[in-house]
């Protein structure tokens, strides 16, 4: 019986303690490991992007509020009085007479020719494509900007290793030089060179965890999770062409700031076009039903009905319709300056991030024979002055620091190509969840045009 019972509560125990295993495990927070889970995770929940999904989505509400130009208006109204007329007469007593008058009138509208309503339809859909490139830009930023964050934590941890590795190291060469000069084998001289260096080395260190902290909080802001410990350089990126010249041709018409700039003249265009057409006459088609009652003392009802073509025309406004005109002429010639100084930026950026790219190879290619130099005449170097005493220890300190900068200066030029990568993925119009591959449903800003375009009533909209 009482083994029974220990097995009972042994059983019970064990049940306990793997419940509080699960709930931990349960309770742990998510961490994105690789490139793709980070930048999929910065796509669904970033509200930049939210944000300017829901400016696009009132760019497409004004195309319709461009097209109400050409429908109909319609409007309803009534109303009730109550009328009282006192008479005074020379001789008698006065005559007081009353009535409850009430009508209700029905009015339209059709606008028939019209001048504006068509160059402003055209405006608002100019300014849809402005606000689809927008969009493109603000995800490539906010896509790139999570790729950087990645990328620093990348490094950065990269970075804190080799320097824990070389402080250490400097460390226990402190503890040899003591050791030496306590049993005079060495000199005050060599102790406080150690000393020196791994001062320098500490204080590096710190920075470089302080780089680290800065890095890991600028992930969790883009991400929202905090940095997976298997995290390394992103790898299989698109492919890039191999001219400079055909990467530059395409930024100036595919970039998407170059794009925005584009369909804002076109936008400023029907703008002007637009306030030229108020100068112009209109003609709309005006049609009234009314019915009264007791709308005197003696009709105890009335009703109306007019339809009738009413044309307008302009022929001075104060001025202020020549000079929306001349304002939207300037408003045009902005955005042409605009188009022009986005072309030209297009192919400075490209360039840059070209050559960034062309440097960082470059780069790779030279302190990975660099490391391995390094590596080999460390080693020498510190043998001679172990066994044969030939070197100081100077010598040795200078050549162990060129061994750790190269290991450093590797670490960080791989994370310069790796961005520079991006960035010129980014100047074709290249850096967005679909161009990337992500595993993720694109927004599709064409459906939502198509699903608003053409309403004329309801006020629900979608959201995300």
């Known amino acids: 019986m009482r083994m029974t019972t220990s097995f009972f509560y042994s059983l019970r125990a064990i049940g306990i303690l793997m419940l509080t295993l699960l709930a931990c495990i349960a309770c742990a927070p998510l961490a994105a490991q690789t490139f793709t889970e980070a930048l999929t995770r910065t796509y669904l929940t970033h509200p930049e992007l939210a944000a300017q999904r829901a400016n696009l989505r009132a760019l497409n509400e004004d195309v319709n509020t461009a097209l109400s130009g050409w429908r109909p208006t319609v409007s309803a109204s009534a109303g009730v009085g109550r009328n009282l007329n006192t008479a005074t007469q020379p001789y008698g007593s006065p005559t007081v007479m009353h009535h409850t008058p009430s009508d209700v009138t029905l009015t339209a509208s059709q606008p028939l020719i019209n001048w504006t309503t068509q160059p402003k339809v055209e405006a608002a859909e100019a300014r849809v494509m402005q606000g689809r490139a927008e969009l493109v830009t603000t995800e490539q930023s906010v896509l790139l900007a999570a790729a950087q964050a990645y990328v620093d934590v990348v490094r950065n941890r990269e970075l804190l290793r080799l320097h824990e590795i070389n402080e250490q190291g400097l460390l226990q060469q402190i503890d040899y030089r003591r050791e030496y000069f306590k049993r005079q084998l060495g000199t005050g001289t060599e102790l406080a060179q150690a000393q020196a260096r791994h001062a320098a080395a500490k204080a590096q260190l710190e920075r470089v965890r302080m780089q680290l902290a800065t890095a890991v909080g600028a992930f969790r802001r883009m991400t929202g999770l905090p940095p997976g410990k298997q995290m390394q350089l992103p790898e299989g990126l698109p492919p890039l062409p191999d001219d400079m010249e055909a990467i530059v041709a395409n930024a100036v018409y595919a970039m998407p700031s170059v794009r925005s700039a584009f369909y804002g003249v076109l936008a400023a265009r029907a703008d002007v076009e637009a306030a030229r057409g108020g100068l112009k006459p209109t003609v709309t088609l005006d049609a009234s039903t009314s019915r009264h009652r007791h709308p005197n003392y003696v009709t105890p009802s009335q009703h109306e009905a007019t339809i009738k073509l009413t044309l307008r025309i302009p022929f001075y406004q104060g001025g202020s319709d020549w000079s929306s005109v001349r304002g939207n002429r300037q408003r045009e010639l902005q955005q042409q300056m605009q188009l022009s100084n986005s072309r030209l930026k297009a192919r400075y950026d490209a360039s840059e991030a070209w050559f960034g790219l062309a440097a960082a190879q470059a780069e790779i290619d030279a302190f990975r024979i ?65 161009g990337l591959d992500l595993p993720v449903a ?6 939502d045009f198509e699903q608003t375009r053409g309403r004329w009533i309801g006020d629900d909209t979608p959201e995300g």
């Open 370 to 434: 660099a490391i391995a130099a390094n590596k080999e005449a460390y080693e020498g170097v510190r043998e001679q002055h172990a066994v044969l005493g030939e070197l100081t220890l100077l010598e040795v300190l200078n050549a162990r620091q060129e061994l750790f900068s190269s290991e450093v200066s590797f670490v960080e030029a791989r994370s310069r190509a790796a961005i520079s990568h991006l960035q010129l993925l980014a100047v074709q119009g290249r850096l967005t969840a679909e």
């Open 442 to 447: 694109s927004y599709d800003p064409v459906q």
